[in-house]
C-alpha cells in the first residue's frame, strides 16, 4: 500500500487546504516539461503517484477509508514485529484432533481491530508467550518500571475521580475501610 501522506509531504492530520497547497507546489515541482531524459520518466511517474494521493486525500470519504486501511495495515504489522520477536509461527499449523484422529486446522485467534479488546489481547499475547522463568527475581528493570508507571497512573486517576462529584460515590464505593 503506497503511503499518500509521504507522497504529498504532509503529516496525515493535514486540513483539506494544506493537502491542496502541498499539492500544487509538487505538481509544480515535478512538471515533466522541467526535465529531460530519465529524469522526465521518474518525473512522470512521480506526477502519477501525487495525482492519485490527491485524489484519495482530497475526497473526504476516500481519504476516510485510505486511513482506516492504513490502521489496520499498522496494527497487523505491530502484530507480525510481535510475532517475530517472540519467534512465534504465525502460519496456522496442524494439529490432531483427539476424538476422530483426523487432520483439522485450528480456528486462529484474529485479534480484534479498533477496540479496547484489541489491547486486551495484545497484552494477553504478550504474557501467555512470555519465556518462563524463575518468577520475580527474573524480572528486568523494564518491567519494575513499567510496573511503577502502571500503578502511579492508577492511583492518579483514582484521585482524579474521587474529586469529580459524579464519581466520588464509585470511589468510595471501592475503597474498603
Known amino acids: ?3 499518500y501522506y509521504e507522497i504529498l509531504e504532509v503529516n ?3 486540513s483539506g487546504e494544506v493537502i491542496e497547497k502541498a499539492y500544487r507546489v509538487l ?3 515535478y512538471h ?4 529531460t531524459g530519465e529524469k522526465r520518466a521518474y518525473a512522470e511517474q512521480k506526477i502519477k503517484d501525487i495525482n492519485e494521493a490527491y485524489k484519495i486525500l482530497s475526497d473526504a470519504f476516500l481519504r476516510e477509508q485510505y486511513d482506516a486501511e492504513l490502521q489496520k495495515q499498522l496494527e497487523q504489522e505491530q502484530i507480525n514485529r510481535y510475532d517475530r520477536f517472540y519467534n512465534r509461527d504465525t502460519k496456522k499449523q496442524k494439529t490432531k484432533n483427539t476424538y476422530n484422529n483426523q487432520q483439522e486446522e485450528p480456528v486462529e485467534k484474529k485479534h480484534k481491530v479498533g477496540s479496547f479488546m484489541s489491547l486486551v489481547d495484545l497484552v494477553g499475547t504478550m504474557f501467555k508467550n512470555k519465556p518462563k ?8 528493570r523494564e518491567d519494575w518500571m513499567a510496573a511503577g508507571i502502571t500503578l502511579a497512573i492508577v492511583i492518579v486517576v483514582g484521585v482524579a475521580l474521587w474529586f469529580i462529584p ?3 460515590g464509585f ?3 471501592l475503597i474498603p475501610w
Open 32 to 35: 515533466p516539461d522541467l526535465y
Open 166 to 168: 459524579a464519581t466520588n
Open 12 to 14: 496525515q492530520k493535514a
Open 133 to 140: 522463568g524463575n518468577g520475580i527475581k527474573d524480572l528486568k
Open 27 to 29: 505538481v509544480k515541482k
Open 1 to 3: 500500500m503506497k503511503y
Open 171 to 173: 470511589i468510595r464505593s
